[in-house]
Protein backbone atom coordinates (compact mmCIF):
# COMPACT_ATOMS: atom_id res chain seq x y z
CA UNK A 1 0.00 0.00 0.00
CA UNK A 2 1.43 3.80 -0.51
CA UNK A 3 0.03 6.67 1.18
CA UNK A 4 0.27 9.74 -0.26
CA UNK A 5 -0.57 13.12 1.42
CA UNK A 6 -1.84 16.34 -0.38
CA UNK A 7 -1.43 19.74 1.11
CA UNK A 8 -3.08 21.42 -1.68
CA UNK A 9 -6.10 20.76 -4.08
CA UNK A 10 -3.99 21.83 -7.03
CA UNK A 11 -1.29 19.37 -6.36
CA UNK A 12 -3.87 16.56 -6.05
CA UNK A 13 -5.34 17.43 -8.98
CA UNK A 14 -2.06 17.82 -11.06
CA UNK A 15 -1.22 14.14 -9.92
CA UNK A 16 -5.13 13.06 -10.59
CA UNK A 17 -4.32 14.19 -14.67
CA UNK A 18 -0.44 13.29 -15.32
CA UNK A 19 -1.91 9.71 -14.16
CA UNK A 20 -4.62 9.85 -16.36
CA UNK A 21 -7.51 9.71 -13.78
CA UNK A 22 -11.00 9.83 -14.20
CA UNK A 23 -14.68 8.91 -13.45
CA UNK A 24 -15.29 6.00 -14.53
CA UNK A 25 -18.29 4.74 -13.48
CA UNK A 26 -21.34 4.48 -15.80
CA UNK A 27 -23.77 6.74 -13.79
CA UNK A 28 -21.45 9.29 -13.43
CA UNK A 29 -22.41 13.04 -14.00
CA UNK A 30 -21.95 13.98 -18.11
CA UNK A 31 -21.58 17.54 -17.25
CA UNK A 32 -19.03 19.67 -15.24
CA UNK A 33 -20.18 20.83 -11.48
CA UNK A 34 -21.01 24.59 -11.14
CA UNK A 35 -17.62 26.40 -9.31
CA UNK A 36 -19.58 26.51 -6.01
CA UNK A 37 -20.52 23.13 -5.59
CA UNK A 38 -16.52 22.27 -6.70
CA UNK A 39 -15.19 24.53 -4.21
CA UNK A 40 -17.56 22.55 -1.85
CA UNK A 41 -16.64 19.36 -3.01
CA UNK A 42 -13.01 20.28 -2.54
CA UNK A 43 -13.49 21.81 1.07
CA UNK A 44 -15.10 18.74 2.08
CA UNK A 45 -12.00 16.61 0.78
CA UNK A 46 -9.57 19.14 2.45
CA UNK A 47 -11.60 19.19 5.43
CA UNK A 48 -8.68 18.25 8.21
CA UNK A 49 -5.99 20.54 5.93
CA UNK A 50 -4.93 17.80 4.30
CA UNK A 51 -5.96 14.85 1.99
CA UNK A 52 -4.75 11.33 1.96
CA UNK A 53 -4.97 8.91 -0.55
CA UNK A 54 -4.11 4.92 -0.02
CA UNK A 55 -3.17 3.02 -3.14
CA UNK A 56 -2.66 -0.51 -3.31
CA UNK A 57 -0.05 -1.94 -6.31
CA UNK A 58 -0.68 -4.81 -8.14
CA UNK A 59 1.20 -6.03 -10.44
CA UNK A 60 2.15 -9.31 -12.48
CA UNK A 61 5.07 -10.29 -14.84
CA UNK A 62 5.26 -12.90 -17.69
CA UNK A 63 7.71 -14.28 -19.92
CA UNK A 64 6.44 -15.56 -23.94
CA UNK A 65 7.59 -15.66 -27.42
CA UNK A 66 7.47 -19.16 -27.22
CA UNK A 67 4.57 -21.94 -28.55
CA UNK A 68 1.43 -20.78 -26.79
CA UNK A 69 -0.26 -23.83 -25.29
CA UNK A 70 -3.28 -22.32 -23.85
CA UNK A 71 -4.70 -18.94 -21.86
CA UNK A 72 -4.08 -18.27 -18.59
CA UNK A 73 -6.33 -15.97 -16.53
CA UNK A 74 -6.06 -15.27 -12.83
CA UNK A 75 -8.97 -13.96 -10.32
CA UNK A 76 -7.85 -10.89 -8.81
CA UNK A 77 -10.22 -11.90 -5.98
CA UNK A 78 -8.12 -14.80 -4.78
CA UNK A 79 -5.11 -12.69 -4.39
CA UNK A 80 -5.07 -12.63 -0.70
CA UNK A 81 -4.87 -9.11 0.76
CA UNK A 82 -2.26 -7.84 3.21
CA UNK A 83 -3.15 -6.27 6.48
CA UNK A 84 -2.47 -2.72 7.21
CA UNK A 85 0.16 -3.93 9.74
CA UNK A 86 2.18 -6.10 7.80
CA UNK A 87 2.29 -3.70 4.80
Known sequence: RLNLRYATPERFFADLKSAGGGNARAA????????????DAVSRLFAGGS???????VYGHAFGGGQRR?????????IPLRSAKNS
Request: hydrophobic letters at 45%; aromatic letters at 8%; one cysteine or more.
Open 28 to 39: RRRCLLGRQAFN
Open 51 to 57: LTVTLEI
Open 70 to 78: GQFAVDANR
